[in-house]
């Protein structure tokens, strides 16, 4: 946390001791404190990297409703994956008039003097699901454990390819199976913990051979997708295709929906049928990719139910407004360079054709329509 504001916050605790008579409440900028009013129902910037993809448009829109119906105002905006307008977006904001912000970032490292600004004027920020690097700013972090993510993505790949049966025990399978490898956007903080999780669970099976990499590349750089674009990955695959010696390959780690529909394209252009596809993973359970699992094209893909995660944020964001300390429940993990940010983590869930309907329709995040 910016040591103003949590000096902020201490001075709020003997406030609202002092003050219990009066009602008062400090929540958050130093003006609320002199007022010896409350920033409830102030207005809170939430800044979203980009409406091309379903689930971040769902986490504008749960954050954004979730805060309403506290009765905060809100102004969310989202920067089409362009950093200079995340960054003018956030500048605005503040200039706004903004007492909180919340911001999914685009590349976690572009943002340290905006917040900056932020700071100066007493502002806390949330990282929402993707960490911002290298300023001392960030105050909390919520996420999921996106080392976990990449153990699902690949134990399901090792799943999908009959390595490891349903519980997860080795079914003796030796393939071998020959493999694809993707990662995430380079300036994303996710991506490396998603490709870490994956590759120390692979590890073990390229080791012994069970699994083989035609291309060679075992490389995050060599696999990354700058800003999770799908095209990009659908042209990578393309290339994988012809270098890889014309062996069929039985699987191909993803770890984002978007890119998993880009890579099956490219498959199924390359000669594959739906029923002979390699096994292809995802992550964030958006409706395309559902429907492709639900096709038997896609094999999974890992659920993150984003409306706990922005329930997370509005609840780090209302803490902090009635000059409360959020919960967390991880200060070890995420280090930005600067601090290790106070996080709360939650848990995903990898989603296969077996069990959508309870992960899925049950839960209420999709309607069987949805998924028709
Ligand atoms: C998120 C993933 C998402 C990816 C691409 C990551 O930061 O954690 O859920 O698939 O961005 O949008």
Known sequence: MNRKYLAGIAAASILTLSLTACGGSRGGGDDAAAEGGSNEGAKIGVAMPTQQSERWI???ENVKSQLEELGYEVDLQYANDDIPTQVSQIENMINGGVKALVVASIDGTTLTSVLDQAESQDIPVIAYDRLINGSDTVDYYTTFDNKEVGVQQATSLLTGLGILDAEGKETGEKGPFDVELFAGSPDDNNATFFWD??????????DSGVL?????????????????????????????LTVGGGERLEGVLSPYDGLSIGIISALTSGGYSTDDLPVVTGQDAEVGSVKSIIAGEQY?????DVRNLGKQAVTMVDALMKGEEPEVNDTETYDNGEKIVPSYLLESEIVTVDNYETALVETGYYTEDDLK
């Open 197 to 206: 999780g994956a590759i120390e669970t692979l590890q073990p099976y390229l």
């Open 212 to 240: 083989r990499v035609p291309s060679g590349q075992t490389d995050f750089e060599q696999a990354a997708i700058l800003r999770w674009l799908p095209d990009t990955a659908q042209d990578r695959m393309e290339d994988l």
């Open 300 to 304: 999974s893909t890992i659920f993150k």
């Open 58 to 60: 769902a986490d504008g």
